[in-house]
């Protein structure tokens, strides 16, 4: 039916096990640490009470975990969706944090000549469209009831970027995606009326922030 109404959940996934600091990208072998466990447990508890029909991940193991719980706990099995993957990345394996990162060495400056596209990887109008279409497919499965997607900070950014209409060029400072973060689109057939964001697990992510600034000090 065209007035069907349906809710298209977009989960990040959690905290990943990463001591080196790396912008790990799609490199395989990278998995939620003890914390993200957590997180994912977090949002599963959040979701427990939906009408959840259909859970979906990126293949990449860190969104696969983080979709464990919630389809267990709703006796379904996890898809997989190549269109939820995070995306491409020049930089991929290399330390690029502020201070101590590649982006010391000028060598790499040309890469960051081109903000809008950007240059140095994935073209935001890509990302848009291959999560616009994971959308879509989701939600004509789950038509009537609520689905489930996780995938990565950048690719659901992007989307809810493109999806409220505004330029998909941004500060990545600025995003308003946290780990286990929820955007969740709501749908009147396929007409989009609604979007929703909530951090089930903003304790925990406080949690982590604490402890790595201890760490640090």
């Known amino acids: ?43 599963a508890e959040h ?23 919630i389809a267990a706990s709703h006796r379904i099995d996890t898809a997989t969706d190549e269109g939820l993957i995070e995306s ?10 502020v201070g101590d990162g590649v982006l010391r060495n000028p060598s790499y400056w040309w ?21 616009m279409n994971a959308v879509s497919r989701a939600r004509q499965t789950a038509l009537g009831h609520e689905a489930v997607l996780v995938s990565h900070q950048l690719p659901i950014w992007t989307l809810r970027r493109f999806v409220e209409r505004k330029r998909l060029y941004h500060d990545p400072r600025r995003r308003e995606c946290g780990l286990a973060s929820l955007t969740s689109l ?24 604490t402890a790595k600034t201890a760490k640090g000090a």
């Open 111 to 131: 890469q960051l000549r081109d903000p809008f596209t950007p240059s140095w990887g994935e073209p935001y109008v890509d990302i848009a469209r291959r999560m």
């Open 88 to 97: 491409d990345n020049f930089f991929e394996g290399k330390r690029v944090s």
């Open 47 to 69: 979701l427990s009470g939906r009408d959840i029909s259909h859970v979906v991940a990126s293949p990449l193991v860190r969104a696969q975990q983080t979709a464990e719980p």
């Open 186 to 209: 709501s749908f009147v057939g396929a007409k989009l009326v609604g979007v929703d964001y909530v951090e089930p697990a903003a304790h925990l992510v406080l949690k982590s922030a």
């Open 1 to 43: 039916m065209s007035g069907e109404k349906t809710t298209v959940h977009l989960l990040r996934h959690g905290e990943v096990y990463n001591p080196e600091g790396i912008l790990y990208g799609r490199l395989p072998g990278f998995v939620l640490s003890d914390l993200g466990h957590e997180m994912a447990l977090a949002a």
